[in-house]
Structure formats: C-alpha cells, structure tokens
C-alpha cells in the first residue's frame, strides 16, 4: 500500500514541478456537482457522441466513399450479379464480411439516433427550467447550434450508404434544393457536381461526415462544457439552496463515479439495442436507383418533421414572369424548423425583453412556476410532434388501418389549433398546481387523522410541510422587477418605465402581464384549522428573501 | 414472497408495477394478436366433368349472391367471367373470398374451403369464359431462378406499394397493399397475373413467367431469412427505429439516471 | 475558480540577483456564503498550506453493514463484466461471419457479450457509489458571474492602451488598406468552390428520350409491343434505350406505362400521344422526384410514397390530392417499324421538381 502511495506521491511531484497544479487540481476535485437526473440528459448526448466517435473509426477503415459502381459477389446471396457503388458494396462487407462489422454498424446508428433524441430531451429541460436564462444565453445558443449540425450530421451519414431509401431521401432534398428561387438549380449542380445523382456526392458527404462536422461538433461541445463548468451548472430549488451557493457533492469521487457509470449504462443500452433490435438494413433496401422506391419512405426520426412538412403542404405554386415559385417545397422546408429553431435561439433574449429581468438565475424554475413559458414549451413540442406524426403517415394508415387522405387532413387541422390547445391546456395545469403548492402551503399536508370539534364538526388534522417541501415550493416566486408602469386608471401623469413607452412598449406590457401571470402564494382563506404551525412571519404573501445580489447585473 | 413486503414503499415500487404491468400485457398482446391463415398450394391435375359440377354446387351456395347466379356481376360484386381460375385461386386460397366485411378492400382472413373445394371452384369459373389458369408448381418455384433480376423487378415494380421487405404500404381511401409474410409462392403468381383488386396486372408478356419466378425466389428468400441485427422491427423502416430509440433508449437510460442520483433511503 | 499565489522561493532570481516580488495583484479569497445558508461549508484552505487541513469528507459509509454486502454485490458485477469481456473476444476469435446467418449468431453473441460487460460495469459502479461511499452533501459558494468593476477597469485600461500602443486606432491608413487587403483574401476560398460542378444551362429542360428510341421493361430491359402489354389495368416501368445503365438520365427519364380499355382515358390525357389506348407517364413526381408509381387500377389513381401526391391517370395525371403542384408530364407514343413501343420525341415539359428558372 504504501508503496503504491509513494509512486503517487512521486508522479504528483514530477507533474506539479512542470505544471504549478496542485491548487487548481484541488479546485477542481472539490468542485461541487448538483445531483439531479434530469441534469444527465446532456450526458447521453455526450457519451453518445464518444461513442459515435470510436465506432465511426471503426467503420472508416472498411468503408469506402466511392460512387464507382461494382458487380457484387460478396456475402449476401441474393445480391449476386447486382450492379451497385462501393460505398454500398462496402457497406455490405462491413455487415456480413467484418466481424463486429454488423454490431459497430448498428451501435453507431443507435447512438446518432441517441445523440438526437438525448439533445430534444436535454434541450427541453433547460427549456422548461428557464436554465437559459442569464448567465447561460451562449451556451444556450451554442446548443441550438449543436442541435442542428446534428440533424444534418445524421442525414449525411445514413446517406452514405447509397441504398435505396437513403439515396431517396437525397433526392428529395436534392427536389427541395432545386425549388430555392434563383439560386437553387446553381446549388443543386455544385453540390451534386452536375445532374442528380451525379457521382461525387457520396465522397463529398463522407468528408463532411467524418471531417468537417466533428471537428465543429469538437469544438462546440468542448465549449459547451467549459461554460457550464466555468458558471458552475444550476439547481433545483430546496432546502439551502440559494442563487449564491452550488449544493451537491464533489467531483472526486462522487461525480466521477456517478459519469462514469453512466457513461457505461449508456454503451451497454446501445450495445443492447444493437443485439436485439435491428437498425437500417440495408440489405433489404438494395443499392440506390432512381427508378425504384419502397412504400413507408421516411428519413430517420429526427427528420420527421421535414417530412411532414412536405406531406403536409398544399400544392401551392406560383408562375409568374417565366419563374416558378415553389411555395409547395420551400415553405414546408425552410418555415417549420426556422419557427422551432429561430424561436428557441431568440426565445431567452425575447423573455428577457418581455419581463425586463436582468438578474443571474443560478436555481432552476419549477415549470408550473412560470406558466406561460411552459405553455409556449408544450405548443411547440405539439407543433413539432404533430408534423412528426405526419412524416409517417403512410405507416400510421397502413398499421392502423385509417385513410391515408384523412390523416394528412387531421394534420392540417392540428398543426394550427394543437399548439393553441396545448398552450392552453398546459398553462391552466400549471396554474393548477400553483393552486395546489399554496394551498398545501397555507394549510399543511394531510394526515389521515380525523378529530371531532367540541362543537361536532370533523376535522381532519394537518401538519405543516416539511422544511424540505417548503423551500421547495416557496422557490422562486420572487417574480422579476415589475416594469413599474402605471396601471389602469392611475395618474396618467405618472412618467411611465423606460422600455414601456410607445406601441412596443405597450406591447412589452401586455406580454409582461401574461408571462408573469401566477397564483399568489398566501390563499387567503385560511378557514382556522387547528394544528398549524405558525408560518415565520414576513414568509408569506411577500417576495422571497434576496436570493442574488442584484447589484452584479449589467 | 417476503422479500416484497419490507420493499412495498421504497420509491421505486410504483414504477416497477407499472412496468410489470406493462410486460405482462405486451406478452399477452403478443400472444394472443395476429394469427395468419393457411394457405393452400398449387395443385395440378385437369378438372373432370365432376369437379365443375362441384363448383358450380358451391358457387351457387356461397357465391352467387354477391356474383350472380351465372357470375355475371350484381352492383355487389364484378362478373368473374373470363378472370380465370387463377384469379379464383388466389382470392379463395387466401381466404379473401367469400367476402365479408365489405371495406375498403378485402383482407387476408381463414380459408372457408378446403383445397380440392377451391379447385373445384375456380374449374367452374374457368369454364364459363376461360382467363388465367392456376400455375403448376414448377412455374412458381423458385429454384434455379436469378434472384438479381427478381430484385430488380421488385425495387422498380412491387415495393413502392408492398415495401422493400414486402411488408406492406398504405394505398389511398383506406386500402392498403398486404405484406407478403403469409404468401405462398402459387399465390404471388396468381397476384400478378390476374391484379387483384387495386394491384396492377403484371400479364405473362409483360413480366415472363421466369421472371415472375425472379420475383418470387427474391421474396420467398429475403423473407425467409433471418435478421441478423436482432428483431426487426417490422421491417418497415426509420418509424419503429425512432419509437424504439424513445421508449426504449431514452426511457432506459432516464431509469437509469434516476437509480444513479436518487438520494438514499435511510435504512 | 481560485487565483493561484506564486511562491517566491520557486522562481530563481533573475540576472541581476534579485529575487521576484509578489505580484501586484491583491491575493483574492473563495467567497464565503452567509452563514445561515451554508450547511457544510468547503473551508479555505490556509495560505502556507502545511496546517493540517480538517477533513472534509467521511471516511466510512454510514451502514458499514450494508456497505460490506454491497461490496460482494459489486465484486460479482465486475466479476461478470469481466467473464463478458473475455466472452466477447472469445466470441470474435470463435465465431466466423460470410453468410446471414452465421452474422446473426456472431451480432448476437458479440452483443450480448458487449451489453453484459457495461452492464456489469455499470451496475457495479452505481451500487459503489450509492452503497459503498458516504453519502455527503456539500455546498461551494458562487460568485457573481461579473468581475469586479476594479478588474473591469483595470482590463480595460490594459486593452486600450495596447490599441494606441498598436497605432490601429491612430493610423487609419495602415487600419484601413489593412481592411481592403483581407475582403478579397476572405471571398477567394469561396471562387475556389466554381469548379465543384457545372452551371445547370438548360439541362432541366429535357431528358434523353428522343424520337424513335424504344421503351425498355426496366429490369430484363426487353422491349415491348403493344399487343404484349394488352390487359386493362397493367402497369410497368420502361426506360429509354440505351440508357438502361446511366443513373443521371434514369434520374429522369424513367417512365410508366398504363394500359386502359377503350373510353377511359379522358381529357387533358393527350389521345394522340397514345398508342392502344396505352398512355406514358414520367415516373419522376413534380413534387420532390420520388418515383411515383403506386398505380391503384381501380381508381385509376398514381399516389406517390414520398408525401402522398396523388394524380389521376385517366386525365392527364392531373394533381388530385397532395402536395405536387404540376401533372405528370405525359410521353408522346407510337410504335416503330418492328411494332415495339417507341417515343415520339422527348417530354414537351421539364420532368420533376420544379426551378427557378422553369416558369
């Protein structure tokens, strides 16, 4: 044992004679790490995109990004004679020629499609949790960003192959391309180096794939991750919790232990899935030909909304002037995902404008503690999920049996008054359960224990909640600085806030007043329960105490 | 089963029901849901003077009704004259005729005849106008034959309704085109040649007879084969991968997420 | 994250023998949270950093009972883990691939030897850390996300005087010819990118088909007569001929042909471009060019998998349902000396998606 320490001993010193660390190594152990699950969904896209990167060396090493086409005699039977590219060909060695081949093909597909589906979940949490909120609006961004190259990642890389249903999904963006005004048909001949297919996509795409985009994605993660170890990462409110302090434990050894069981969790769910569920084979697909199609053509599932999109759109063209406007492909292209992706990158700069809130947020909301924005949230997962739907609405008519016209109707219909509902519906749940958190607040929780009154009347006994609970729910009902205009029927000679003058301004007030919208948390009737405790005065029916020193904001 | 009364309340009891819950009715779904129905094969051999009497016995019992007591079509039914006895093979083998449930198209359902009943029939039928006759075994089998061309005939004229595995697509106004798992190579033949209900005629002088046994050694093979990644899902694409990468994936590792930082009960 | 103090004793004096002065800097402390909020509170470290520092984590778990079960519980995890491990070489050495198959066996063996080895691992590692470490709860204090308006200033101070330092501010001429010499150095990496393809011209306009070429069966590429294609309600794919190869003009080219009875056919379906009353469509959809060839002959409907646009045969392949704003351009037919199906001459109109410049 102890000449194990005496080895340790003697690297440290080596090291820290070259490198002065030990006190910013110790900062770094120490550092304090809030525990929370829903704070490890940006973990699985992480360690997906580890993973993503060893398996995809592996495949580099058999693949080959080459359209030059080949009589195939490989493994797979029935196959034989075919003309095909070697990309496909390769691809096919890879399956059925390589061992491991198969399983480091599927484990790489499962992960992107991880990759993607962590990244929706992560993103929504720090949505519904306002953890984009000042300091963190770069690195909020910087995930939006993350979160498109990723889609397009993925598109390129199932591409590669060059089987039938990838090959047509590069049609169709090839389509799309084409209908850009003035300069679609100069993209589409550059990007295909002449007339669909060409023969030089699939090179070109591979040195995307595994060159340009992963260094991009390299860079922006590492920065990611430096802002969020830099601003230390949020909290969920509770008990001791302030804006000022990180509660958790340290790096060395809880978290470290805690990520890297994870990040084994995660490998052995993709090796699981890679065992069991069969991923994009293509095999079955045969080699890309642009005569052929298969019935239930989707792209993988975070394209679906694209695709849904296209099915969705009425046949709307215009000629005009010997030009074409292709209202029909451009707008389901460009419109949807701008709305979701330019919204969400406005959306902390467009909050920030409507409640004039300037401070730093370190303790995450409860989603029912600001209702409008998780309204917002849920309209646009509803958009969102219901052009998804609609990406795979040939599935969905075939394995339910519903007419295929018919859902592509009920779409139309829902893309605009879903998200109305969704809002709707969400906010008053959130209202709801702000009801709900005053009331257990003012009344105490229930225990089962009924009493009988001198005078008769039943009771049933309450404590107060714990201490725990009531930091809980009493968090962040600090609500931001008003804007402090004048309300209704007040002096108009009253100097009204900057910011709130002018039609913006009355529009910032308008938007203010339904952000903010929220129970109070005194209800006010309280109807003299006996057995409450009593509530430290100067608690309740006030802002809470100072959580952040305000003086910091700019 | 002591163990689970000291464990009734830990925290993730609840969970841990419902996910059992969950699995026994999957099993049970899974036990109990699909089902095919038998399909008969070709069998050659001319039809006597007997068997179209026979026919026309259950034509006229089960039938006729629907198609008239000489076949020559109500506003229920089409006339079967001249639709050969292929045509007729294929629909009864498949237990797709005598119709019931008259939606948007007929499904594959349990045969009602036996074998020698539905030659018996379709001898009936083809003597009244002639038309497609039965293929003989040798005609659909698909030894020998060039599965690259059966691919390529099928990629450029079956799977844009049936799906590149056969597994079957959406039509319009409530069809669908049926998944070819349950289809015998006699009936694949009949499909082509005589275009049952929405499906295209593929006619011997357009696809030939070789070809058609192409097509059919392409799909009795890629289906007979087994997914060597695991289950497949359907085979039906991109939508199965994106629920299982949710329900199982991402449900998974939240489990998982959650058992990592759930604070510890004290003991 | 802490500012670091240099000690003086470590850097050697330097040429004149003198020894390195404490920098400038005041020496600045990890901010103490109030104390009604801190719970345990991670103490600062003292400066000369040989006092014994108080502990800050337990030693010991809080159940050492539990903790020496877990400890066997964890043990077999990594036990398993590693028997998966070695499995999974095992597997790879032992199991061959080459036929569908057998890449079944070795995906499953290879799989479930990879998913127990995680497993392991992870279960392993999540019960040490729940059972066999001490559960703690810490609090580190945050500092405001702002520097200190000395730091801002001093920063500034520094960044303003290296600009005049640097004459960029003062020198217009160098900052400005400075400017003009990088504008095109930035737009030259874009003109590099002219060679990647050609210019479209008018290429969209047409495919290959010309007058006379004979319509292939796609696949045994045999062509066709009318009298073999002569059942209502066939359908097939056809390319032109001698191109059967060339995947750039099948892009567009490609084609369906239609076989109806007489009097179905109807207007806009041009009678003359028929031949038998058997009509040619483009297969390439004038939505995004998928091949649209979901021909139902019962309702005489071509739907395309893609986006489900759907166009009406017997009438010029007119848009009924869905996306795609144009028919499918229809082929002029006719039959040569041999009888075969021939095309009279290329598409009158561009096939698929439509351009800009289509009009």
Redesign the interface.
């Known amino acids: 044992m102890s000449k194990t320490t005496d080895a340790m001993d003697g690297t440290g010193r080596y090291l820290d004679d070259r490198f002065?660390g030990a006190?910013?190594m110790?900062?770094f152990l120490?550092?304090?790490f809030p525990?929370?699950?829903?704070?490890?969904?940006g973990e699985?896209a992480l360690y997906s995109f580890i993973i993503l990167l060893l398996t995809g060396t592996f495949l580099t090493f058999w693949f080959q990004p080459s359209m030059t086409e080949v009589t195939y005699h490989g493994?797979?039977?029935?196959?034989?004679?075919?003309?095909m590219s070697e990309a496909y060909a390769s691809t096919l060695n890879i399956?059925?020629?390589?061992?491991?081949?198969?399983?480091m093909r599927?484990i790489h597909h499962?992960a992107a499609?991880?990759f993607v589906?962590?990244i929706m979940?992560h993103m929504l949490r720090v949505f519904f949790t306002g953890a984009y909120r000042k300091?963190r609006e770069f690195n909020w961004i910087i995930g939006i960003v993350l979160f498109t190259l990723s889609l397009l990642e993925g598109l390129f890389g199932y591409s590669l192959p060059d089987d039938?249903?990838s090959g047509?999904g590069l049609?169709?963006t090839?389509?799309?391309m084409?209908?850009?005004?003035?300069?679609?048909?100069?993209l589409?001949?550059?990007?295909?180096?002449?007339?669909?297919?060409?023969n030089i996509i699939i090179p070109r795409l591979y040195v995307i794939h595994v060159l340009l985009l992963p260094a991009l994605f390299l860079a922006l993660i590492t920065a990611h991750l430096f802002f969020m170890f830099?601003?230390?990462h949020t909290q969920m409110p509770g008990k001791?919790r302030?804006?000022?302090?990180?509660?958790?434990?340290?790096m060395y050894?809880?978290f470290m232990?805690?990520t890297?069981?994870?990040?084994?969790?995660?490998?052995?769910?993709?090796?699981?899935?890679?065992?069991?569920?069969?991923?994009?084979?293509i095999w079955?697909?045969?080699p890309y030909?642009?005569?052929?199609?298969?019935?239930?053509?989707?792209?993988?599932?975070?394209m679906?909304a694209l695709?849904g999109a296209?099915?969705i759109?009425?046949?709307?063209?215009w000629?005009v002037?010997?030009?074409?406007f292709?209202f029909?492909?451009f707008i389901?292209a460009l419109v949807p995902l701008g709305i979701i992706f330019g919204g969400g990158a406005l959306w902390p700069f467009i909050e920030r404008w409507i409640t004039g809130d300037k401070r730093?947020h370190?303790i995450n909301d409860r989603p029912r503690n600001a209702p409008t924005r998780t309204g917002i949230g849920m309209a646009a997962i509803t958009f969102y999920g219901v052009l998804w739907l609609e990406g795979?609405?040939?599935?969905i008519?075939?394995?339910l049996?519903?007419?295929?016209?018919l859902l592509?109707w009920i779409a139309r219909v829902a893309v605009f008054l879903g998200p109305v509902i969704a809002y709707w519906v969400t906010k008053r749940v959130c209202l709801g359960l702000q009801h709900k958190d005053a009331h257990l607040l003012s009344h105490g929780v229930e225990t089962g224990i009924i009493r009988q009154l001198p005078s008769g009347e039943y009771i049933e006994v309450t404590r107060p909640v714990s201490e725990e609970t009531r930091a809980v729910l009493e968090s962040n009902r600090a609500g931001a600085p008003q804007l402090t205009a004048p309300t209704a029927g007040e002096g108009a000679d009253e100097i009204p806030a900057p910011g709130a003058t002018g039609a913006l301004g009355r529009l910032r007030l308008t938007l203010n007043r339904v952000l903010t919208e929220g129970i109070p948390l005194e209800d006010g009737h309280g109807n003299g329960h006996a057995e409450r405790a009593a509530v430290t005065a100067g608690d309740h029916g006030q802002p809470a105490p100072d959580q952040?020193?305000d003086d910091?904001?700019? | 089963m002591s163990w689970i009364k000291p464990r009734r309340r830990h925290p993730a009891a609840g969970y841990a029901v419902l996910l059992l819950g969950l699995v026994i009715i999957g099993v049970v779904y899974a036990a109990i849901a699909g089902g095919g129905s038998a399909a008969s094969a070709a069998m050659p051999g001319g039809p006597s003077a007997h068997d179209i009497a026979v026919g026309q016995a259950l034509f006229a019992r089960t039938c006729s009704s629907c198609h008239g007591m000489n076949a020559q079509g109500t506003s229920a039914a089409p006339s079967l004259v001249g639709v050969g006895a292929a045509a007729v093979d294929f629909q009864v083998s498949t237990g797709r005729m005598p119709g019931k449930d008259f939606g948007a198209e007929m499904p594959r359902k349990p045969v009602t005849f036996t074998q020698q009943q539905i030659h018996q029939l379709a001898a009936y039928i083809a003597s009244l106008g002639g038309g497609p006759t039965i293929p003989s075994a040798a005609q659909v089998s698909p030894a020998g034959a060039d599965m690259a061309l059966g691919q390529q005939l099928f990629i450029t004229d079956c799977a844009q309704c049936h799906n590149f595995a056969g597994a079957g697509g959406a039509l319009t106004y409530g069809k669908s085109a049926p998944a070819l798992t349950q289809s015998t190579p006699t009936q694949i033949y009949e499909a082509m040649l005589t275009g049952p209900e929405a499906m295209p005629v593929f006619s011997d002088t357009t696809i030939t007879p070789s070809q058609k046994r192409d097509i059919i050694a392409y799909v009795t093979t890629t289906r007979a084969e087994p997914n060597p990644g695991g289950f497949s899902l359907g085979r039906v694409g991109p939508v199965t991968e994106g629920l299982v990468t949710f329900l199982g994936g991402i449900a998974i590792l939240v489990f998982a997420a959650m058992w990592l930082t759930m604070k510890r009960r004290e003991a | 994250m802490s500012e670091s103090t240099s000690n003086p004793s470590d850097i050697p004096p330097d040429e004149n023998g003198q020894e390195a002065e404490e920098p400038r800097a005041p020496q600045r402390v990890i901010g103490t949270p109030p104390p009604a909020q801190a719970r345990t509170l991670l103490g600062e470290d003292e400066a000369n950093g040989s006092a014994p520092v108080p502990r800050e984590l337990p030693a010991e778990p809080d159940n050492p009972e539990r903790a020496k079960r877990a400890e066997r519980v964890v043990a077999t995890c990594f036990i398993v883990s590693m028997l998966a491990s070695i499995g999974f070489i095992a597997a790879y050495v032992g199991l061959q691939v080459h036929t569908v198959s057998s890449a079944a066996n070795s995906n499953l063996a290879l799989g479930v030897a990879m998913s127990i080895a995680f497993g392991g691992l992870g279960v392993g590692a999540t019960i040490w850390v729940r059972q066999l470490m001490p559960q703690v709860e810490l609090t580190e204090a945050r500092k405001p996300m702002a520097s200190s308006p000395q730091d801002r200033a001093e920063f500034a101070m520094t960044f303003t005087q290296g600009a005049e330092a640097s004459g960029f501010v003062k020198r217009p001429l160098v900052r400005r010819t400075l400017i003009a010499a990088t504008l095109p150095l930035a737009v030259a990496p874009l003109v590099l990118l002219r060679d990647m393809g050609p210019l479209p011209g008018t290429s969209l306009r047409h495919t290959v088909w010309r007058k006379g070429m004979r319509l292939l069966v796609y696949g045994p590429n045999t062509p066709l007569r009318p009298a073999d294609f002569a059942i209502p309600g066939q359908m097939i794919t056809v390319v032109p001929d001698g191109f059967q190869d060339n995947l750039d003009a099948l892009a567009k080219a490609t084609t369906i042909i239609i076989k109806f009875g007489p009097g179905e056919l109807q207007p806009p379906t041009q009678m003359n471009w028929t031949v038998d009353n058997i009509v040619a469509y483009s297969k390439i959809c004038t939505h995004v060019g998928c091949p649209v060839a979901l021909y139902e002959h019962t309702t005489h409907h071509i739907l395309c998998p893609c986006h489900q646009s759907t166009f009406d045969a017997t009438r010029g392949a007119e848009v009924i349902f869905g996306p795609a704003a144009r028919p499918l351009p229809q082929l002029p037919l006719g039959t040569d000396a041999q009888g075969y199906l021939i095309a009279e001459s290329d598409y009158n109109v561009p096939v698929g998606p439509s351009f800009w410049e289509r009009g």
């Not at chain 1, 030909?289 to 975070?302: E, H, L, R, V, W």
């Not at chain 1, 049996?401 to 016209?405: D, K, R, S, V």
């Open positions: 002065r006190r910013s110790r900062t120490r550092k304090i525990d929370h699950w829903s704070f490890l969904l699985i493994a797979y039977v029935p196959l034989h004679g075919i003309r399956s059925f020629d390589v061992r491991g081949g198969l399983l599927q499962w499609l991880l589906a962590a979940v300091p039938l249903l047509t049609r169709i090839q389509g799309v084409q209908s850009i005004p003035i300069v679609g048909t100069y589409s001949y550059f990007l295909f180096g002449g007339p669909f297919p060409g830099h601003q230390k001791g302030t804006e000022t302090n990180v509660v958790g434990a340290p050894p809880y232990a805690k890297g069981a994870f990040f084994f969790f995660i490998f052995a769910v993709l090796a699981l899935l890679s065992t069991f569920a069969q991923i994009n084979p079955l697909f045969g030909n642009p005569s052929g199609i298969t019935a239930g053509s989707q792209p993988d599932f975070y679906g695709e296209l099915r759109m009425p046949a709307w063209e000629n002037l010997g030009h074409t292709a029909n492909v389901p730093e370190h795979a609405n040939d599935v008519a075939a394995q049996q519903i007419p295929l016209y592509t952040g020193s910091h904001s700019a």
